[in-house]
C-alpha cells in the first residue's frame, strides 16, 4: 500500500527508470539553453559590427551634412570609404549609408555614436576614421568652416590628437591633390 507522502515510482521500482528519464530531460534542456546562447553570441558579435559600421558611417553623414549640401561626391565618396573599410558590396554600402541618414536624422547629438567607435575601435581605427572624414569634409574640394570645426570636435570626442588628426588631413589633401 502506498502511502499519501510515498512517491508511486518508488513503491512501483522505477526508480532507475525515472533517472534515466530526467537525466535525458536534462540533457535536452542543456542543449537546448547552449544552441540559443552560442546563437545569441553570434548574433550579438554581429550586432556589435553592425552598430560599429553604423556609427561610423553616421558620422561620416554629420561631416557630409555639415556645409548644408549633401551631394553626389559626398555621397560617392562615402559609399567607396564604405566600401573599402568595411569590405562590403556596393549595395551593402548604400543600404548602410541610407540607415545612417536615416539614424542622423532622428538624433539630435553625434555623442552616442563616437562613444559606440570610441568603445569599440583601436586607436589606429580611430585615426584611420578621422581620415575618412576628412575625405568626406574634402568630396566637393573645400574645406566649409563648420566641417573644420566638426572636425576638431570629433577628434576630441573620439580620443584622437590633434597631430594624428591633421596628419590624417595632410594625407587627404595630397591624396585629393589640394593645395590647403
Known amino acids: ?10 513503491a512501483w521500482g522505477c526508480t532507475e527508470h525515472a533517472r534515466v528519464i530526467r537525466k535525458a530531460v536534462l540533457d535536452k534542456i542543456k542543449a537546448l539553453f547552449s544552441d540559443q546562447l552560442a546563437a545569441g553570441k553570434a548574433i550579438a558579435g554581429h550586432h556589435e559590427t553592425d552598430q560599429l559600421q553604423l556609427a561610423a558611417v553616421a558620422l561620416l553623414v554629420e561631416a557630409a551634412q555639415m556645409d548644408n549640401d549633401f551631394g553626389e561626391e559626398e555621397r560617392h565618396k ?8 568595411f569590405e562590403l558590396n556596393k549595395a551593402e554600402s548604400e543600404e548602410l549609408l541610407q540607415a545612417a541618414s536615416k539614424k542622423v536624422d532622428q538624433s539630435i547629438e553625434i555623442f552616442s555614436f563616437t562613444r559606440v567607435l570610441d568603445d569599440g575601435f583601436s586607436e589606429d581605427e580611430r585615426v584611420e576614421l578621422m581620415e575618412m572624414l576628412w575625405e568626406v569634409a574634402y568630396a566637393d574640394g573645400t574645406l566649409h568652416d563648420y566641417e573644420a570645426n566638426l572636425m576638431r570636435r570629433l577628434a576630441g570626442l573620439l580620443h584622437v590628437t590633434d597631430r594624428d588628426s591633421g596628419e590624417a588631413r595632410k594625407r587627404v589633401i595630397s591624396r585629393l591633390g589640394l593645395g590647403a
Open 78 to 85: 562615402i559609399v567607396e570609404l564604405v566600401q573599402r573599410r
Open 1 to 10: 500500500m502506498i502511502g499519501k507522502r510515498q512517491r508511486p515510482q518508488i
